[in-house]
Structures are given as C-alpha cells and as structure tokens.
C-alpha cells in the first residue's frame, strides 16, 4: 500500500495541477483522522445521526429456503437509505477541518450524491453534485431529494450521461477549485489517497460485522457477499476480514445483460487493467485503450472501473470476483420483498442473486453475510416497470 | 538532432517567442488534421503538439472533449495516429505527442516509445502522468532519446517545482491557471512571478499554456519571461463550429495562427 | 383505564359480531405479551430488523438557530421509515401466536400498511391493506411499495376516499373474517384493547428517550413534542413521562390550511367528545354527531379523531394540544433540510414547525425532544409541488 | 300499552312470523321514506326499524352506507327524523328507532330518549352500542319505557348470551352472518343451533337479521324456531336503482314485502 498502490493498481495519475490537493488531502488524512477529536465527533455523527450500529439481521425466511444461515448487514438501514453515508460523514468533516467550503461529488444512483448532501449540510458547507443526464433520468426521486436538501446539481451530458462522465467531469472542476473545495469521492476509486480514505471510512461495516456475528454466533461466517462496482461497501465489509482465510469473499458486479462488452459491467470478466480517473485499476476498455460505457440496470454499478485495491484483491485471488445478470437481480428482489419484507437497491440485489443463483458455492452449515448496502426507494419505478411494463 | 532544441536555438536567433499548437489527430477525420497541420506551420506555428484522443481526457475542457469524441467516432485509433505523425516528416518541425496515459499504458510503455521514435517525434507529453508516476519510466524515455515534457502549476509547490525542474527535458510546460484546456484565461501575477521562478532555477525554455486564445496572451506571456506559448482549443473552436466543411474554416485559423506568432514574436522583443 | 377506558375516553363501540374478536385480542395480549418468549422475539425483530435503538441525535446547528437544545428522536431510522413498525412487528408476532393467518389494516400515508405488509411477510401472514382512493393518488410511493412487497391494496372509495373511510371498511371486512384475520389497527384508536396494545408496543420510543436523555445529559428533557392524529407516536413518546410532571408534554395536530372546520384536521381545537370506530374519543364533527373529514397535507394526520388515551391526557391538561398550518409545515421541511440535511415526513414535519413557531413556549436552557416520527420520501413531490408548483 | 309485545301475540294468534322491515329515513327525501313506510305496512311489513342516518355506518354494508351518504347529503338530521316519526303515528305499528351511538350521545342520551318516547316509538337498537357500553343506561331505559334491542351473533360465547338474554327487552335481535348488512346470506347450521341455544334459555321473541332478501330465506329461518325476520338492505336495493323517481320502484317492493310475509306465514305454519 505504499503510495497508494496495490499491486500494480493504484497511483496518482491526474494533471499537475491536481497535485498539491491530493497531497494536502493525505496530509490532512494522515493529521486529522487518528486524533481524538475527529474519532469522537466522526463516531457520534455516525451513531446518532447516521444510525449505527446498523443491525446484523439473521434473515430467518430468506435462510430456510437457500439452506444455510444468511445474515443480512443493515446498511439500508443507514440515514439516506445506503451505506454511502459512512464516507461522507467522514470526508465532509474532514473537509472541513481543512478549512474548505464547498463539497463537490459525482452521483450514479444518487446515494451517494444523498449523503453528500447530508453531511454538507451538517457539516456546514455547500455542495454541487455532478449527475449523468441518463443517471438524472432513471434515479429521479433521488435527484428531488438532493435539491429539496439545498444540493446544486450539475447535469452532465458528455459521453454517455452516466457516472463515468459526471467523474471526468467533477476532476475537472476541482482542477478550477480544489483550493477552497474538496472533491467528496464517492467509492474506493479515484487517484491516491482516495481509495485508501473511504475503505478506511467504510471499514467500519466490517468491524461491526466481526463484532456482531461473535455475538451472535460465537464464530467467524464462511463467507461475505458484497455487490459493488468501485467496491466502497465491499472493501468496507472486507477489510477486518482479510487477513481471515477462512471467510470467503465475494465480490459481484453488475452482470448486465449478458457478458458482450456493450452489455455489461463486469469489469472483472471483461476489462483489463487500464489508468482511468487517476488511478490504475481493472477497467472496460476496448484493445487500444479506450474506456468502453458499462451497462446495467442498476445505476450505481454503472462504472466499468473497479477501484485498485478491490481490483488487487480480485487479482490474487483473496476475494472472488463474481456476477449477476439483470434478469436475476430482478428476480432476487422479489423474493427478499415476499420472505424479508425488505426491498432492497438493485445494486444490493446484485449479492442476494448471487448468493440464490449459487447453491455450488455455500454449505448447509455455512454462515453467509451479505452486506445489503441500500435500500430500494430509489429504483421502485425500475423494477415495477420490469415486472409489470408499466408504471 | 533534438529539433525541439535546434528550434528553440533558431528562435533566439529569430528573436521570436515559440508559437507551439495543439491538436487532436482525427478530428473531424485524418484528413483534415494533417491540413490542418500544414496550414498552421505555413502561418507561424513552430511546434506541433500532436494529441492522440483519449475516450476520458480529464484535463481537457469542453472542445477538446469533444474534438476527442469526434475522432473515436470516427474510427481514429492509437496507430492510425502514430502514421499520421509519419505524414508530418516533411514538414520538419518538432513534433511532440500527447496523450493520457492509458494509451501507451495498454500498448506497453515501450513499445510505445518505440513507435514515437519511429515516426520521427521529438518527445511526449502526458498530462495525467505526473512527475511521481513518471519515476519509473524518465531512465527508458532518456535512452530512446525522446523527451518528456513535464508540467508545471500554479499549485506546484516550491519543492516539487524543484523536483520537476531537475528531471524536466525538452521544455517545461507552465500550466496557466487552474482548470483545463480552453478555460478563460486571466494573467495574474503568480503565473507571472512562476515564470521568474523557474528562471532562477533552470535554463530550461518555458512554455505557458491553458486558455490562450489571443496575440496579446502571448505578447504579455512571453514579454514577461516565458519563452513561448502553447495554443490548442483556441484552433479547434474555429473549425468545429463548421464540421460539415472544416476546410472552409482554415483561412480563419491561419489568421489567428499569425496574429498568434506576432504576440509571440512582439513579447519576445519587449523583453529586449 | 378500567375496561379500555381513560375517563370519559375508549371503550369498546362496536357491533356485536365483532365482540368476541376484541375480548379474544385483550385476552392473547394479556397472556402473551408479558412471556419470555415473546418479549424476547419481540425485541430481537425490534434490534435485528427494525434497527432500534433509533438515535436520539442533538441537531446542533438546528439548536444553534432556536435558541435552545433539540434532540430529534430517529424514528425516521426505523426499518420501513417511520415509528409504524414498532406496533406492526409487535402485533403480527401477537397474531401468528393467536393462530391468525391473515392481517388486514388500514392505512393513509402508506407507512402502516408498508410496515404491516413487512411484519407480515415476516411471520408469514398474508396482508391486505385497505386505503382510500385519495390517499392512493397521493402517497403513489408507498402504495408501490406495498405491493412489491406483496400486499394487497384495497382502493375504498366511500365517503371522501381517506383514512376514515378506510378505517370504517376494514371495520366491516373484520366483522366478516375476524376468526381467522387479525385486524392491524395502526394507530392508538379504535375499540378496546387496540388503543392500549398499540400504546405499549410503541411505548419503545420513551423507554429509549428516557434512557438516551439521561446518558447525554444526565437528566430529563423540558419537553416532549409530537405530531399525531390518532396519537400512537405520541403516546409512544410520551407514556414513560407522564408521571414526570416536570417534563412539557406537546400534541401537534394538522392545522391544515386555517382552523374552518372545512380546512383543518385540528380536532382539540374544533372538534368534540364522540363515538366513532368503536371507541369515544375527540373528533371533528357537525352539532348533530355526523364525523366531518379533516383535511390536511399530511395523509398521516388527515384523520378526524384522536384516540381515546391522547383525548383524555389532554383534556386533564398533562398534554398541551398544539396545531400547526399547512404552511408553517412546509417552512419547516425546508428548514430541517437546510440545517440538518434530513427531509422529515409532512407528518413530522408538524412538531418541528411547532417548535420553530412557539419561541414563547420554551427557554433558552430547555432541553427539547422533537419524536422525529418519520422521513419525508414519501411526501417529496407534494413537497416540492408546494414549493415549486410544478411536477 | 306496549306494542312491540301486542304485536307478537297477534302474529301468535294469527300464526304468522314478524316481518320487520328497516329503512333509513330521508333516502334520498323524506316524502319518499314516509311514502316507502306506508307502503311496506299495507303490504306485510308488522314492525319497522326507524333508521337515523350516521356518517359512519359501521355495521351497513355498501347499500345502507350510500343510503345514509345520500340522506345526509340531502341534509337530513337527527330531529327531522324524529319529526318523521311523528308522521308514522297513524299507521299504529310498532317502530323502533336504530342509530349509531354517537348520534344520541352527541344529543345527550336522556334527551334522546325523551324525544323518542315523545314520538310514540317503542325502542332503540343501536348496533354499536354492546351489553357492556349499555349498562350504564339500562335503568334509564327501562324508567322511560322503552326497549333496548339487544343483538347476539354467531360469534356471541354463551357466557356472554346468557348475560345479553339476562338484559334483553322486546325481542332479541340475532344477526345471522359474520359481516355487515346486505351480506350474502348462507343459513348454516350455526344460527340455527343458536335460535335453540336462545330459545332454551329464554321466551324472548326472536328476530333475524342481516342478509335476509328472499321469502325462502324468511321461512327457513321461522320454520327453525325464529319469531320474526328482519329485512333491510334487500328493499334499498330495489329503489336505489331509480334514485331519479324512485316512486316506480315502490310497486316492486310492495311485491316483495307481500312475499317476504308470505314466507313468514309459511314458516311459522311448518312449525306447528
Ligand atoms: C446501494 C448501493 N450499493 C452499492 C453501490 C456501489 O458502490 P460501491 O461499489 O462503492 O460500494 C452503490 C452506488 O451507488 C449503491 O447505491
Ligand atoms: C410519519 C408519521 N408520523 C405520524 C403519523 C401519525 O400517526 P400517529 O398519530 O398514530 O402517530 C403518521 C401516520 O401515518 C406517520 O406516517
């Protein structure tokens, strides 16, 4: 992990003049984040405004019909509805102990453009949030949100409209900004030291996991399931984990439609290691190095980066990289609807598919965790349209 | 035979700042990029820039965003590219290739070295591989005889600027301002005082560019101590506002081209 | 409260085909709920699923503004977006042990029948929600939800298609199946034992105030205030205080647009003593006993009656019956969301416009608990058609 | 002088079911209930449930629920029906008053009952108001002369029968389905096990109610034990269908009150 590097992943790879804020970040990161002050005030922000612990929920109806114990990690439970807000609290009060007075982010489904939000306007600061016009389009009940909360947002219509765009576009504003506004990086992407600050961020859903399920079960699970495109609520759960080698972790992407390059998202089955938005990680390109659009039906995973130290991981085989297809994350959601009562984000659907689509992968006596990083509030519309045709 | 060298000798000899122009190749297609060429070396232009389009190219603004999508729609690829520099040789000025760093990062570093040495080019310039990153490469770059043209902010703090100057080769490019390529520019006086900084240090030619759309950029930029200017989206705007016929748009550009070189030639005089 | 009544309040109004339900109901609570096996699975579904203990969150920039300090107690956290869950999980598990297979209820913001229909998938009872065909138009959202979740939704188009209505058919359909279908009553209202039952499962929301207040400030709070209609959030709130005369107990009812009896669903303020759904309790209604409709914004408080126990506390003076105006409520929706990033339900959204509006009411060394009874997604275009006027 | 008794031993002596008929006054005008009454009683009806329209029929399904919504719309009000019982007065039948318990709460209960009497009523039913919420007006009905109409159901344990037929006055009312007025009626063997559980324990007349909308269903239910029928819904229904004029309709429902006492007569006949 020496300069932000994971392997060969990672790195710094933006314009000079980007330089000295990335700097001034790990600095700050490095200065701020181990002082008492910042502990206490990031952890009762994240307790009683945020609402963690999330609970560590056995999912008793969901466990019976698969055949094995599955756990089921609360972040939908989370203020704003995923586990986005762990970041943002986290780098909005960092923002502002740097002295900076302006959050600006990029937003795919809009969580994490809703929790940026939040913590800005907790935290003092004013905030412009940077949104594929497709993305504005398909997570439109987010997007009132963010403006009834006083968020600016930027349509971007370069590309393709989506996430990728809205992250080109938010770096190139920070190079016009950066001296009096932090960019609020949405996942373990981005150039050093962001993949590095919101795992760390995140890895607060790991350590309550590790600690909740010795509660529970007097043991560590087989395994943990995350969806993920940059691999924030991953990493999150992963991290406490890692050096545990009998956990399994699965990481699955969004399958799309199927695994042709212009249908999916699965970077893992279809990328390459490539340089994009200021690090190296494994990416959707074509053979010349151009970055090819992702495509799935759920808009946070719509990214064909995955960050560099879930890309490492994935690349010595500590985490599994892994996949769903539309057609049964749809199906996925109904089921945890009828057995749980929860309707979670297609992105979270993303691990429930996994884990009913892979029998071959668990045993009877395994203990499963899936982390359910959202709620589905966001994608009703989608998924009512896929089942009914309506709206 | 370092021509990027030999030209700027030939400019002090001229006394004339350095009028160096940027371009997407392929953009509205190969065609019109290799005229587009000619016509700015016959009207003043003394370096070309020679930009390979990136799907992502974070440190362009909105035209050449969009010079970039034009050419991948148009089929451009790396190689077509590096043929196209061939297409250049007889024009005999310094050609220094731009691009991010993913297009040779995916070809293979080297390989890539190879393929610009062959096609007659000075040296690259890649604006999302900073001094750090760059480490590893500077000694393989040094022995294909190429340069590396480093970069330089208004945030560059004084210690990396030190460190930048150490291993910089060819010229220095000065970024103007904090933002992108074709952003408005405003000469204020840290660019100003950057350039006294550099010369204190280094003897080094600098290059200022960013925003410039206007003789008097040059004039002020060069007058002040930089010893040339780097243009790009200021050309690309003109002909994309005629992307039927760009062609028709090229007696425009060849007059901004020599307003241009008259900034650069007036700015260097007055530093007489 | 002998006999479901709090002095001239409660009872147990209802035809005889459906006494027998409601002495069968008031015995199973007083056999059941008091077990060890109940209490335990109770608060385990409470932790586990629903994610309490919800926060009590200081809002200081919120304070800051007021003069005074304001904790919001986080029922807006609770699985499903409002304090309805409490009561839903408590009386589904009570349902299933009596043998009942089915739940019914009623709903008007959607957040009963939401928190029903998860309750109900989770002990697995089938569900069916009755809910006026105004409501429906209006709270689109939740009725989406409803049915992704697998309820059914029963449009009522009686009377003015709102709760009333609703409440009034779910009555009838119960006369009709009470044997084998357990009536969800959503509120602290209703005949005897269902203001009381409702009560105790959502008196969790003291207990924790109590417990949370004591931990950050080492004493009680100054004052309570809540919204409501039929007053389940509320009595949540405050049952544990009510013996704690020192502690300032607010009812914030639907002003609606001004208090004409056409206009305001404000029932202590222009209503009276009356029977209706099966217990006596105050309500809107002309000089000859004939219920008038409320009206308000808020679907939640759009209700004519108050229940039988918030009647009789405020008519004794222990709570102070306070209203806020439709557009007080908007103005603080926006203020929450600008001060403390969170966007509250209209329903909510009426005890913080009462505190905003009623400097006079509190000291500057108050301490002030808002119950933040739920978040706004629901409410979000109504919200933004306000301000907006458009979409 | 008390009918509601008078009328069971005629309809003894006469060897006849009681064919009680309920409508809500002021659906949809007052002219047309009194006319609706008349009616009813020159064609077989012997007692008549009074009807106050309520906001809130709980107990009414969908047909009597849009006759209240109806009457009150016209603006009816619980003194014009007492009014409109005056005008019955001539008719000399037995009527007792039915409403929802907020209507007489809300007057004041006493008051209430004061003005019934006055009216020359028998007896109130209040289908919300059950044994236990009554007893604290037991005395005072029965000081003022007038029945309390107690309801039992399927869903009635007999512990509390017992007490209900301890307190009941007039005759006893057994609503004969789980569900509302102008259900779909189904004689199980339930209800008939109830009239012999009833009639064992009391000498109480019998009235059957909820459902009822057939001769068939009328003779059944009295050829099993019961004294009396009482039929409601079944006679709104027919004139509902004409709300423009609904006086075209009275003929249909003058042939069905005949038939529905025919098969009053019939079933009291097959018991003897
Ligand atoms: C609910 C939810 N889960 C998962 C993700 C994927 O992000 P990450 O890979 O950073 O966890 C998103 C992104 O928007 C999300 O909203
Ligand atoms: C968020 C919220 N708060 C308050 C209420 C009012 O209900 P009660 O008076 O039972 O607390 C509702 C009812 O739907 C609601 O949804």
Same mark, same amino acid.
């Not at chain 1, 009683?48 to 008793?60: F, N, V």
């Given at each position: 992990m020496e300069n932000g590097k994971f392997g060969k992943y990672g790195g710094m790879f933006v314009?000079?003049?980007l330089i000295h804020a990335l700097l001034e970040l790990d600095e700050a990161f490095k200065k701020i984040y181990p002082t008492d002050e910042?502990? %206490?005030?990031?952890?009762? $922000?994240?307790?009683?405004?945020?609402?963690?612990?999330?609970?560590?929920?056995?999912?008793?109806?969901?466990?019976?019909?698969?055949?094995?114990?599955?756990?089921? %990690?609360?972040?939908?439970? $989370?203020c704003g509805g995923s586990h986005k807000l762990n970041n943002a609290l986290g780098q909005a009060l960092l923002a502002k102990k740097m002295g900076k007075k302006r959050l600006i982010t990029e937003t795919a489904a809009g969580q994490h453009g809703l929790a940026t939000v939040m913590a800005g306007n907790i935290c003092g600061l004013k905030t412009e949030i940077f949104m594929g016009i497709k993305d504005i389009e398909r997570q439109a009940l987010n997007v009132k949100k963010m403006e009834l909360l006083g968020a600016k947002i930027k349509p971007i219509k370069t590309g393709a409209g989506v996430l990728k765009d809205a992250v080109s576009e938010t770096l190139r504003e920070w190079a016009a900004c950066s001296r009096t506004t932090h960019y609020l990086m949405g996942s373990t992407v981005g150039p050093h030291p962001f993949p590095t600050i919101v795992a760390t961020f995140q890895s607060v859903i790991g350590n309550e996991i590790k600690k909740q399920i010795f509660e529970k079960e007097g043991r560590l699970p087989n395994a943990i399931v995350c969806c993920g495109s940059g691999g924030s609520n991953a990493l999150g759960a992963f991290k406490p984990f890692i050096n545990e080698h009998g956990v399994r972790l699965y990481f699955v992407e969004g399958g799309g439609e199927n695994l042709n390059a212009e249908n999916s998202a699965a970077a893992f089955q279809i990328g390459s290691p490539c340089v994009l938005h200021g690090s190296i990680m494994q990416a959707i390109q074509d053979k010349w190095g151009q970055i090819k659009p992702s495509k799935t039906r759920a808009a946070g995973l719509n990214y064909p980066g995955r960050g560099p130290e879930i890309s490492y991981l994935c690349e010595i085989g500590r985490v599994k990289a892994c996949y769903a297809f539309d057609h049964e994350v749809f199906n996925a959601v109904k089921f945890i609807c009828k057995t749980e009562g929860l309707i979670p984000a297609l992105e979270t659907a993303h691990a429930v598919a996994f884990v009913l689509n892979h029998p071959e992968e668990f045993h009877s006596d395994d203990i499963v965790i899936i982390n359910f990083s959202g709620r589905g509030d966001k994608d009703i519309e989608t998924i009512l349209r896929f089942f009914y045709g309506f709206n | 035979m370092d021509l990027i060298n030999e030209k700027f000798l030939e400019l002090r000899d001229r006394k004339e700042g350095a009028h160096i122009a940027h371009i997407y190749y392929g953009d509205p297609n190969e065609e019109f990029s290799i005229k587009l060429v000619e016509i700015l070396v016959k009207n003043g232009v003394d370096m070309i820039e020679f930009g390979i389009p990136f799907s992502d190219p974070i440190a362009d603004g909105p035209i050449f965003q969009a010079s970039c999508e034009r050419a991948l729609n148009a089929g451009i690829t790396p190689i077509k590219c590096i043929n196209g520099i061939k297409k250049l040789k007889d024009l005999k000025i310094p050609i220094i290739v731009t691009t991010y760093f993913n297009i040779p990062y995916v070809i293979g570093f080297e390989k890539f070295l190879e393929m610009i040495k062959e096609t007659g080019a000075e040296g690259i310039l890649i604006p999302d591989l900073p001094l750090e990153e760059a480490e590893p490469y500077l000694k393989m770059i040094r022995e294909k005889d190429l340069h590396l043209i480093l970069q330089v902010a208004p945030t560059t703090s004084n210690e990396r600027l030190k460190r930048i100057l150490m291993n910089a080769s060819g010229f220095i490019y000065l970024i103007s301002l904090e933002g992108v390529t074709g952003s408005k520019l405003r000469i204020n006086p840290s660019i100003l005082k950057l350039i006294k900084d550099i010369k204190a240090q280094s003897t080094i030619p600098i290059i200022v560019g960013f925003g410039i759309s206007k003789k008097e950029h040059a004039e002020i930029i060069i007058a002040n101590g930089a010893d040339g200017i780097a243009i790009g989206s200021a050309y690309a705007r003109i002909y994309s506002k005629d992307l039927k016929n760009p062609y028709r748009k090229l007696f425009e550009i060849a007059k901004l081209a020599r307003e241009i070189k008259i900034g650069c030639i007036n700015g260097y005089r007055k530093r007489l």
């Open positions: 314009s000079e003049v910042f502990q %206490k005030e990031f952890h009762e $922000l994240l307790k009683d405004y945020g609402g963690r612990p999330t609970p560590l929920y056995y999912a008793k109806n969901f466990s019976k019909l698969v055949g094995f114990k599955v756990y089921l %990690k609360r972040e939908d439970l $989370l | -």
